[in-house]
T-cell receptor, first 114, second 111 residues
Framework: ETGVTQSPTHLIKTRGQQVTLRCSSQ?????VSWYQQALGQGPQFIFQ???????GRGNFPPRFSGLQFPNYSSELNVNALELDDSALYLC?????????????FGPGTRLTVT | GEDVEQSLFLSVREGDSSVINCTYT??????LYWYKQEPGAGLQLLTY?????DMKQDQRLTVLLNKKDKHLSLRIADTQTGDSAIYFC???????????FGKGTRLHILP
């Protein structure tokens, strides 16, 4: 079992509202990434944070934003929620050590927008 | 653009080998990954291979890469009921987490 946790587990919001999802990273990892997984699809990369700075972003609009804290935990914020934002949001913490890569995912937050 | 394709379903008898195939379009792909996702569980990175390798073996898992054809496969030897899951093929150009995933292959184990 990994040390990556996410909260909340499930969330129901109304279109137009704002949401904040939280993630703790694996001890020793300084990179956190967020992915959106729609039903029946593979995860899609939203963005990545390294040492508190965003350093990579996928094809998501600016209403998707995030933060990484000094303890490497992270938040994903989504403003002006749309119905299509309904998905499983996965957080991953990762690290490269030489040519060895570790990546651990949290269990996800299931967001439903009505 | 970047794209990763894999078949949606595979059924295999318990004890047989499972082979899950994947093709990708980006010739710049440097890192290729296989992930496992079980119902109610998180996504798990199973293994990965660098584009300068042809094969990687890890216990019951064997990854084969044909870079010329942009074809990646995952072989699971002696398939068990616990291998029942969705398997995602994925690729990346860089050492970051901007990983492009396929839609996943659902592996069903027959008794």
């Amino acid at each position: 079992e990994t040390g990556v946790t996410q909260s909340p587990t499930h969330l129901i919001k109304t279109r137009g509202q704002q949401v904040t999802l939280r993630c703790s990273s694996q001890s020793g990892h300084n990179t956190v990434s967020w992915y959106q997984q729609a039903l029946g699809q593979g995860p899609q990369f939203i963005f990545q944070y390294y040492r508190e700075e965003e350093n990579g972003r996928g094809n998501f609009p600016p209403r998707f934003s995030g933060l990484q804290f000094p303890n490497y935990s992270s938040e994903l914020n989504v403003n002006a929620l749309e119905l299509d934002d309904s998905a499983l949001y996965l957080c991953a913490s990762s690290s490269w050590q030489g040519n060895s890569y570790e990546q651990y995912f949290g269990p996800g937050t299931r967001l439903t927008v009505t | 653009g970047e794209d990763v394709e894999q078949s949606l379903f595979l059924s295999v008898r318990e004890g047989d080998s499972s082979v899950i195939n994947c093709t990708y379009t980006d010739s710049s792909s440097t890192y290729l990954y296989w992930y496992k996702q079980e119902p109610g569980a998180g996504l798990q990175l199973l293994t990965y291979i660098f584009s300068n390798m042809d094969m990687k073996q890890d216990q019951r898992l064997t990854v084969l890469l044909n870079k010329k054809d942009k074809h990646l496969s995952l072989r699971i030897a002696d398939t068990q009921t616990g291998d029942s899951a969705i398997y995602f093929c994925a690729e990346n150009q860089n050492r970051d987490d901007k990983i492009i995933f396929g839609k996943g292959t659902r592996l069903h184990i027959l008794p």
